[in-house]
């Protein structure tokens, strides 16, 4: 079965995808194009994802994202970035983002462990690695709360999308078939 994707969709469709009977999810803020977010299914758990459900946030359309291995897929949505990712990229040398999707949400959890699950893609995969045009797709996941202590530049929030053992975020230039491959898979 192929990777269905829906968008545009509801704020209770996010909270459906990533929430499960111990939380209480909350969304209190989208900033992206409605094209460029949506929820997925991918109903074996034997896919190359290895989730069956979610969320999938793009710099482009979210509709696309069945036809991933294809090359040249891309949508161009003329939104703003976002100041939190420009700090992230510019500490690994990088440039300011474009059309950024953010999705903000509060979590409250009934026991004392919360996890998430991620997969991180981009169309700039393979060519764009290291370009001395600057394009470098940057993925963040900021969590703040109680005796979480926050990032340089960042205030209270944390990006826990990083490399294991640092603070190097996950983004084009970091996680590749050159640097770290053994994170990267072909897209």
Same mark, same amino acid.
């Given at each position: 079965?192929?990777?269905?994707?829906?968008?545009?969709?509801?704020?209770?469709?996010?909270?459906?995808?990533?929430?499960?009977?111990?939380?209480?999810?909350?969304? *209190? !803020?989208?900033?992206?194009?409605?094209?460029?977010? #949506? +929820?997925?299914? %991918? &109903?074996?758990?034997?896919?190359?994802?290895?989730?069956?459900?979610?969320?999938?946030?793009?710099?482009?359309?979210?509709?696309?994202?069945?036809?991933?291995?294809?090359?040249?897929?891309?949508?161009?949505?003329?939104?703003?970035?976002?100041?939190?990712?420009?700090?992230?990229?510019?500490?690994?040398?990088?440039?300011?983002?474009?059309?950024?999707?953010?999705?903000?949400?509060?979590?409250?959890?009934? *026991? !004392?462990?919360?996890?998430?699950?991620?997969?991180? #893609? +981009?169309?700039? %995969? &393979?060519?764009?690695?290291?370009?001395?045009?600057?394009?470098?797709?940057?993925?963040?996941?900021?969590?703040?709360?109680?005796?979480?202590?926050?990032?340089?530049?960042?205030?209270?929030?944390?990006?826990?999308?990083?490399?294991?053992?640092?603070?190097?975020?996950?983004?084009?230039?970091?996680?590749?078939?050159?640097?770290?491959?053994?994170?990267?898979?072909?897209?």
């Amino acid at each position: 079965p192929q990777l269905a994707v829906t968008s545009p969709i509801a704020d209770q469709s996010i909270i459906n995808a990533v929430s499960s009977p111990a939380t209480q999810v909350t969304i *209190t !803020n989208i900033q992206c194009n409605s094209d460029a977010y #949506g +929820s997925f299914a %991918y &109903p074996t758990a034997t896919n190359e994802l290895q989730m069956e459900k979610g969320i999938v946030l793009s710099s482009g359309s979210v509709l696309d994202a069945p036809g991933f291995g294809a090359n040249f897929v891309s949508s161009i949505m003329n939104e703003d970035g976002d100041a939190d990712l420009d700090i992230l990229s510019n500490q690994q040398g990088g440039q300011e983002s474009y059309d950024a999707c953010v999705v903000e949400m509060d979590v409250f959890v009934a *026991t !004392n462990e919360l996890t998430f699950e991620y997969v991180f #893609g +981009s169309e700039e %995969y &393979p060519e764009f690695v290291f370009s001395p045009g600057g394009y470098n797709d940057i993925f963040a996941f900021l969590v703040s709360g109680p005796g979480i202590a926050g990032d340089p530049g960042l205030g209270t929030q944390k990006n826990i999308a990083v490399l294991p053992g640092g603070t190097t975020p996950v983004e084009i230039n970091s996680v590749n078939n050159q640097v770290n491959w053994e994170y990267y898979r072909n897209n």
